[in-house]
């Protein structure tokens, strides 16, 4: 079977751009289809961690990712009247391999940035089209036929799903499968204007209720805040943005500390985003010709820290593979048996997640607050996250067929 050329890439966040670099590197030809007219640069905080810096250091993006960092100083928890609690600093690039990151990662960056600074790396090599979808897959073995929205068809040898955890392209190929696990957090994340109490420190404050406020630095001086709570249903991701603003407005009113000021600024923000924090479990990361890459195939959800380090490394191996692998076939199916035992240990989330983090009754509060300031005085810091020592497979380009 002829390797793979022209390949269909869904999704210009981290996973596609990040895939469509490697795909061209390795002789092929990618094209990005991204639904939204132009690149999103919306979003706050991701963490590039472990494999993932050795990824972006690959791609040639790890010094701007750096240079862009938020310059985060680590995590603070704060009481109702700004008291801090305990707090986490940042792990230095010294202490980055051998400690394994904290909260707050060596490589911290806004998801913006980093989709801008990926979409940079690869604009001249790889084509781009914005504003459009696919809407229909046909598979026939050798090739697909690829119906987009806008109307017109066209075939490719591949396609790939980087559309995140609402992929619209996976719900085509796996049809009827309900493979999105809402684990129980409703969150928003906005910009407000920054205010001179504002410190380079991630504080987050337990209100009770299930609610929790945090507000982070960014470099574009302004700051970026957080309103999550628990619930039992995903329904409010389905809500219009004005009902999930007052939804939001009824939850937190009277929660404390900067709730207020927090409200205010999001009925101003142009950048509001709510999400039902979910997981992505689909029985297998490729359907024939169609495969599946980043928060698409295994979302791991914001809280493990670990979405953009697994849609690096994804990425990179999935171009690899196909790269290395005689068909297909082969390297879809060595790109999930790499993948899985690393996405397995990223959805194992810590036993009371996300209830422990958010809690509902005023001991609940103490409780997270003590152990908080108990584990930053004796270990200095939390439960580390990430991948440590993961051997990233090394791939060179396959020589060009002979005549
Ligand atoms: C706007 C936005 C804000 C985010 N903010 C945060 C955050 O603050 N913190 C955090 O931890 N994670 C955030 N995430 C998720 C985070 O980016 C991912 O967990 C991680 O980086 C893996 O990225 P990904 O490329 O696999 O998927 P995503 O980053 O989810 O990107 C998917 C891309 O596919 C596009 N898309 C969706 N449907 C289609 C379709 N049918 N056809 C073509 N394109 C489509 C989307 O517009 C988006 O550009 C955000 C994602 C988005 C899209």
Same mark, same amino acid.
Request: proline share 2%; glycine share 8%.
């Given at each position: 079977m002829p390797r793979p050329r022209a390949v269909l890439v869904a999704g210009a966040s981290v996973a596609g751009p990040t895939l469509a670099h490697w795909l061209e590197r390795f002789g092929m030809e990618p094209t990005v289809v991204e639904r939204a007219p132009e690149l999103r640069v919306g979003g706050q905080n991701v963490d590039v961690r472990g494999a993932g810096r050795i990824v972006a250091a690959r791609t040639g993006v790890e010094e701007a990712v750096r240079a862009a960092g938020t310059g985060e100083r680590g995590l603070a928890f704060v009481d109702a009247r700004g008291a801090v609690q305990a707090e986490f600093p940042a792990v230095s690039r010294a202490d980055a391999g051998r400690a394994g990151d904290g909260p707050t990662?060596?490589?911290? $960056?806004?998801?913006? /940035?980093?989709?801008? $600074?990926? &979409?940079? &790396?690869? @604009? /001249?090599?790889?084509? +781009? @089209?914005?504003?459009? @979808?696919?809407?229909? %897959?046909? !598979? !026939?073995?050798?090739?697909?036929?690829?119906?987009?929205?806008?109307? &017109?068809?066209?075939?490719?040898? %591949?396609?790939?799903?980087?559309?995140?955890? &609402?992929?619209?392209?996976?719900?085509?190929?796996?049809?009827?499968?309900?493979?999105?696990?809402? %684990?129980?957090?409703?969150?928003? +994340?906005?910009? $407000?204007?920054?205010?001179?109490?504002?410190?380079? *420190? *991630?504080? *987050?404050y337990a209100a009770g209720g299930g609610r929790t406020v945090t507000l982070r630095p960014d470099r574009h001086g302004t700051t970026r805040a957080m309103l999550s709570f628990l619930s039992l249903s995903p329904a409010a991701a389905r809500l219009s943005p004005d009902a999930q603003r007052e939804l939001l407005r009824a939850e937190f009113r009277g929660a404390g500390w900067e709730a207020e000021r927090v409200l205010d600024g999001m009925d101003r923000a142009a950048d509001f985003y709510f999400e039902a924090i979910s997981q992505v479990r689909p029985p297998c990361y490729a359907n024939g010709r169609v495969g599946l890459v980043g928060d698409a195939a295994w979302c791991a959800s914001p809280i493990s820290g670990m979405g953009t380090t697994l849609a690096l490394l994804g990425a990179y191996v999935l171009a690899g593979e196909l790269a290395r692998c005689d068909d297909h076939r082969a390297a879809f199916a060595a790109y999930e048996s790499f993948m899985r035992p690393h996405v397995r240990k990223a959805q194992r989330l810590p036993p009371g997640t996300p209830r422990i983090a958010n809690p509902r009754s005023d001991t609940g509060v103490r409780l997270l607050n003590t152990s908080a300031r108990w584990a930053s005085r004796v270990a200095g810091r939390l439960p580390a996250v990430g991948t440590r020592a993961v051997d990233v497979p090394e791939y060179v380009a396959p020589r060009p067929a002979a005549r």
């Open positions: 990662a060596e490589l911290e $960056i806004l998801r913006g /940035d980093l989709a801008q $600074i990926l &979409h940079d &790396h690869t @604009r /001249d090599r790889v084509r +781009y @089209r914005f504003g459009d @979808r696919i809407t229909r %897959l046909d !598979d !026939d073995g050798r090739r697909v036929r690829v119906g987009f929205e806008r109307g &017109h068809e066209e075939e490719f040898d %591949l396609v790939v799903a980087a559309d995140g955890l &609402h992929s619209g392209t996976r719900a085509i190929t796996l049809p009827q499968r309900r493979d999105v696990r809402f %684990l129980g957090l409703c969150l928003a +994340y906005f910009t $407000i204007p920054r205010e001179e109490s504002d410190d380079d *420190w *991630w504080r *987050w």
